[in-house]
């Protein structure tokens, strides 16, 4: 028997876990209580967050717990305690001893770049004194620095860079210097010789010759022949020269920004187009500041810098440009540039100002006389001036890509006479003339028809020509546009006898459909992908006047879906073709047709626009014509007159204009089409029209 009192269970343990439950009770309410007494106390298991940030809030940091927030928003904590409204963070002392060090190291940097940028300057402009002491440069040296040289330029002019003590600059400064050096190294060798102007000299957006080249031929085949904004012969005479006559760095950057927006790699990726583009913008907006505003370049400059902002998706900016490239044009000092060089940078610029005015229904500013004479100086396309269907660089020296005789300077004047046409359409319809009368319309048919007529033969369409060129295809589809543009306000006057709303109708429709089956036919020739922007409007033109003049079938249908894809085929260079496509679908919807089911895809993925998106691809949220405001234009008395002079230009003009039928026919038998052979010979638009004289 043991000496010791056997000793009993403690109930020590069962008040310590009461007190537990007091004490949790406390924190958790009532329940945690009753779940105390109903069974054995448990320890409870943290609930941990599922995001601990390395900040914590204030409230958290005092009570020592973790926090899950993230600035600016309360962690679960704060809003759990109603106290979200007390939920701050304060920047952690570590990152701030950081952020001062690594901007105490930036400053450090900025100081050592400064000042070895001070000596470097202090060199120039010792070498600038030295050179001028030693020769007699002094009044060409004034009068560069008035035209806005730097003093890098004009050390490098002088032929005295500071090579001496090079090693005083910083790595920066040491860089920059080095490629002086270099160039004048380059000046100075006696091999290279001075009449072989490089793109090098003309940009600095990239040192790779080859893609200078690229771009500058895009533009080229593609843009050029339709929106001819100066001389080709001159520009490249000065471009190889060195030159700064015809041709100035923010003229080369434009042009290869414009060759951006035609730049596909075969893979397909146009990321890179895009940041090229932005790079030569960069430069283009540099070096135009500091031209002279009498230089025909500054113009010619803002001209082409509209077609790149109007692919861009930036129209109205686009628009202010155009407007400033025809008012500089008053103030050009004609006695320093040759007449053809004036002639057609003039028509050119006037030619793209009425085309944008008339696609947006404004009135052009600052038009040319209706009675001058378009390239009175102007010497028509040599024989070895030829065009070619230009995509990728390896297209330059394909033999199996053909060349054709290009025809680009006289598709250039009689786009300029046809847009004269235009502009007096808009005057009849816009101006101030007064009323719009069954004889100015009729006068205004009658002036296309004769345009038409009085074609070259190189230039009229044929059907069966497999050869024909983008820029003839363009005169003739301006052509369509322009007549269902002179014709579509008066399908909508409703006191028309039925004959004569019937012949109106169809007169249209056969001009709307004309102009939709050429873009068909350029589609299947040269796609879509490479055009001029303008040709956009007159695709989304057509489309709808077909809309409009014909009930619902196929043929609609067909229509709709060949204008989304087309529009879709160049989006990715034509930014502003997006807003356009969401309006074509508008219109189509208001016209009680069905979009494709397939539209979103269509559409590139984004079927909503906002206004200013659509403000920014043609200053208006539609590109309909305003047809409401034009019937107000017209004489209220119109029909009483309308089929009288009608049958009075039919008797007079009939024989061989009536309905473009004669016309038509003549164009499609002509012998004389675009299709005339041409050995492979130098052409002026050709790639290597620019790398070897």
Not at 286 to 305: G, H, M, P, S, W
Not at 534 to 546: G, I, P
Request: with cysteine.
């Amino acid at each position: 028997m043991s000496a010791y009192r056997p000793i009993a269970p403690s109930r020590n343990n069962d008040n310590a876990s009461g007190a537990a439950g007091s004490a949790s009770g406390s924190v958790s309410g009532s329940e945690t209580g009753r779940n105390a007494g109903d069974s054995p106390p448990r320890g409870k298991k943290r609930r941990a967050p599922s995001h601990v940030s390395q900040n914590a809030c204030t409230n958290c940091k005092k009570a020592r717990a973790k926090c899950d927030g993230n600035e600016p928003a309360s962690c679960s904590r704060c809003v759990g305690r109603e106290l979200a409204d007390q939920c701050h963070y304060e920047v952690h002392v570590k990152t701030v001893k950081e952020e001062m060090v690594r901007r105490i190291k930036n400053l450090e940097q900025r100081n050592t770049d400064l000042q070895g940028s001070m000596k470097e300057k202090d060199l120039w402009i010792e070498s600038i004194f030295q050179s001028l002491m030693r020769n007699e440069h002094g009044p060409e040296a004034v009068e560069r620095l008035r035209q806005g040289y730097s003093y890098q330029q004009l050390a490098d002019w002088l032929g005295q860079p500071p090579i001496r003590e090079i090693d005083r600059l910083s790595p920066t400064s040491e860089s920059k210097l080095s490629d002086v050096v270099k160039k004048y190294e380059r000046a100075m060798n006696v091999d290279n010789a001075p009449n072989e102007g490089r793109p090098s000299q003309w940009t600095d957006v990239t040192k790779d010759e080859a893609v200078t080249h690229h771009l500058m031929a895009l533009f080229f085949a593609w843009i050029h022949p339709v929106h001819m904004l100066f001389s080709e012969r001159h520009f490249i005479g000065s471009f190889r020269k060195g030159e700064n006559t015809y041709c100035t760095s923010a003229m080369v950057n434009v042009i290869c920004a414009m060759g951006c927006v035609l730049l596909v790699d075969h893979g397909g990726d146009a990321t890179d187009s895009k940041i090229l583009a932005a790079r030569f913008m960069e430069e283009v907006n540099t070096q135009i500041a500091t031209e002279d505003r009498k230089n025909l370049n500054f113009a010619v400059t803002y001209a082409i810098l509209f077609l790149v902002e109007l692919s861009s998706g930036q129209a109205r900016k686009a628009s202010s440009h155009l407007r400033l490239a025809v008012e500089s044009l008053r103030s050009v000092d004609t006695s320093n540039y040759s007449a053809e060089a004036l002639g057609l940078s003039f028509w050119g610029i006037h030619t793209l100002n009425t085309a944008w005015a008339a696609f947006t229904y404004q009135k052009p500013s600052a038009p040319i006389s209706s009675r001058a004479v378009v390239f009175d100086n102007v010497e028509m396309d040599r024989q070895e001036d030829a065009w070619q269907p230009y995509r990728f660089r390896a297209d330059g020296n394909d033999p199996a890509v053909a060349l054709r005789p290009s025809h680009a300077i006289r598709t250039a004047k009689e786009l300029a006479q046809l847009y004269q046409i235009i502009h007096e359409t808009i005057t009849v319809y816009c101006g101030s003339k007064g009323r719009v009368t069954a004889r100015s319309i009729l006068g205004l048919y009658q002036r296309y028809l004769q345009w038409r007529q009085a074609l070259p033969s190189e230039l009229r369409w044929d059907e069966v020509d497999p050869h024909s060129l983008p820029h003839v295809f363009y005169i003739h589809v301006t052509y369509h546009v322009a007549l269902c543009h002179l014709f579509q306000p008066l399908l909508v006057y409703q006191n028309f006898s039925h004959t004569t709303h019937v012949h109106l109708q169809k007169l249209v429709l056969r001009n709307a459909r004309e102009g939709v089956g050429l873009l068909q036919k350029y589609n299947r020739l040269f796609s879509n992908r490479y055009q001029p922007p303008l040709q956009a409007f007159c695709l989304v033109h057509l489309c709808e006047t077909l809309l409009r003049s014909r009930p619902a079938n196929a043929e609609c249908y067909e229509t709709i879906t060949f204008c989304l894809e087309m529009l879709r085929e160049a989006l990715p260079g034509f930014l502003f073709l997006g807003p356009m496509q969401a309006m074509f679908c508008q219109t189509v919807v208001d016209n009680g047709f069905l979009l494709p089911k397939n539209v979103h895809e269509l559409m590139g993925g984004r079927t909503h626009y906002g206004p200013e998106d659509l403000l920014d691809a043609c200053e208006r949220t539609t590109f309909t014509q305003p047809i409401d405001m034009l019937l107000d234009r017209l004489d209220p008395g119109i029909e009483n007159h309308f089929e009288d002079e009608w049958k009075q230009f039919i008797e007079q003009h009939g024989a061989s204009t009536s309905d473009n039928d004669t016309a038509t026919q003549r164009s499609r038998s002509s012998s004389g089409g675009t299709n005339s052979g041409s050995p492979r010979s130098a052409r002026s638009m050709h790639i290597n029209a620019l790398v070897n004289p």
